[in-house]
Nanobody, 125 residues
Framework: QVQLVESGGGLVQAGGSLRLSCSAS????????MGWFRQAPGKEREFVAG????????AYADSAKGRFTISRDNAKNTVYLQMSGLKPEDTAVYYC??????????????????WGQGTQVTVSS
């Protein structure tokens, strides 16, 4: 089992920045690829950004490219999502998720085994 706890969400004005953190415990963090997903009211959960176990490869949704940066610190068992240039359409609950890297990288929600409880991000216009 891997336990994931997100933090760093909140209310921010359009154009502002937030840094989300996701702290992991329970298994060897560096064995897992990590992803950030989000879900807005009435919408399906969608991929935002992902990073492989060694941080040698990252991926971003088109909506996140150029504005968001995913990173991880395996010594601290933590993955981050730095968000800048936030827009009202970024408003959602943001979730981090973990996937055993033995099965190859994937950026789809169904491929992830462990999920945090989510943190709310609200961007006002």
């Amino acid at each position: 089992q891997v336990q994931l706890v997100e933090s760093g969400g909140g209310l921010v004005q359009a154009g502002g920045s937030l840094r989300l953190s996701c702290s992991a415990s329970g298994r060897t963090f560096s064995n897992y690829d990590m992803g950030w997903f989000r879900q807005a009211p009435g919408k399906e959960r969608e991929f935002v950004a992902g990073i492989n176990r060694s941080a040698g490869r990252t991926a971003y949704a088109d909506s996140a490219k150029g504005r968001f940066t995913i990173s991880r610190d395996n010594a601290k068992n933590t993955v981050y999502l730095q968000m800048s240039g936030l827009k009202p359409e970024d408003t959602a609950v943001y979730y981090c998720a973990a996937r055993d890297s033995r099965y190859g990288s994937s950026w789809t929600a169904v491929a992830y085994d462990y999920w945090g409880q989510g943190t709310q991000v609200t961007v006002s216009s």
